[in-house]
């Protein structure tokens, strides 16, 4: 039997259908949008060896035939280059450079702010083998005990949701943030955090009015329910 | 003699060549981009009935031939696409789409962060017409006086350079914003509130390590100095 063409390293918990990593539901979207089947092969932290031929730690980590590709910007841009007659993700070069921003405005503002609402929500979808590497890992970053990280959560997500004003502002003119004519890679990047929130913490990080809320529910619905369909703790729909 | 074709409203000072408006820079910087020749007509906040033809109350107002067109975004539309033949703003439709999000995340994160550190330092810049009228405005809005405003700025400027984070990060991988091999739009959205600072106070917003203080030179640079020749406070040359 042939080996599968196209795998992507997914990033899982301890029950292997719980996809949680932002960055991996940036990817799986980039693919879907490219409509490229992929066979997702569950990932935990401590499956360093499994990825260690990308040359680095993380996920997601996509191979396409002999092609090794690390790190959700760099699959997206390959994605691109190497199927340039499958729908643009970019829709040009303008489009791809300023993806980029909004790549380094979700790394920087959208992702933080969430996992300082929601980070300690990941531990009990852990195994074992992972658990005790990713709390270590995270206390240290934050300084803190994880309860602590998000405690008062309900007080500060007003903050989180000020912070993502940009995309409202876009959203309250127009269905998608990345497109005129439908979602595009700046979309898959900003709901990719959301997904990751929406996989492992039942926290309502929208109010249901909010632009955002009606924008996350179209996402969950694309490419047949593909982000609908995951394990996920957040039931609100949108 | 004809009428000049192309005209610019453009916010000015007591001092009809002090130039501050971030959003008349954007407009301005559009237009060289385009190659397209402007004259531009001072404009003060009490000059309402220049531009009550325009339907609103606020500068940029271009007028091109009998086209009226007011605010900056609708006036980079209207330039791409009525001059399609030269060299493009967005970078095609996906930069169009993106370019607004950085104009929505300028105005809901940059314009307000450099205000907080600079607006105080705008009112000596002012007419005496003008004065009166933009203090009670910008006190209405903040709830206090504008040298309270600014107080602290010393120690608040590093909460604003955190915030440039996300163009910092572009920055350190290419030299513009918004396009692989040269300015775009979005390069002039976000320079536009900084040239709005340059001109007005001498308050350092960059440090000069940082590669968006390196960028800023470049695009005081551009179009033969044209924003570098304007009647500045910053001195610092980036």
Partial sequence: MAAPRRLLHDLCGADPARRFSPYCWRAKLALAHK????????????????????????????????????????????????????????GGPGGRALARFVNTWADAVQIPGIAGLVVADIVPHLGPEDRAYFVASRERRYGKPLAEVIAGREQRVGQFRQAMHPVRMVLRE????????GPAYADYIVFGGFQWARCVSA?????????????????????????RRAPAEDRSGG
Avoid: C, N
């Fill in 35 to 90: 409509g490229l089947e992929v066979e997702t092969l569950p990932w935990r932290f401590s499956d360093k060896a499994a990825i260690a031929d990308s040359g680095q730690d993380r996920v997601p980590v996509l191979r396409d035939g002999d092609r090794v590709v690390a790190d959700s910007w760099r699959i997206a841009e390959y994605l691109e280059d190497a199927y340039p007659d499958r729908p643009s993700l970019f």
């Fill in 174 to 181: 127009r269905p998608w943030l990345g497109g005129a004519d």
């Fill in 203 to 227: 926290f309502p990080l929208l109010t249901p009015d909010d632009p955002l809320h009606g924008w996350r529910g179209r996402m969950l619905d694309l490419f047949g329910g593909l982000a």
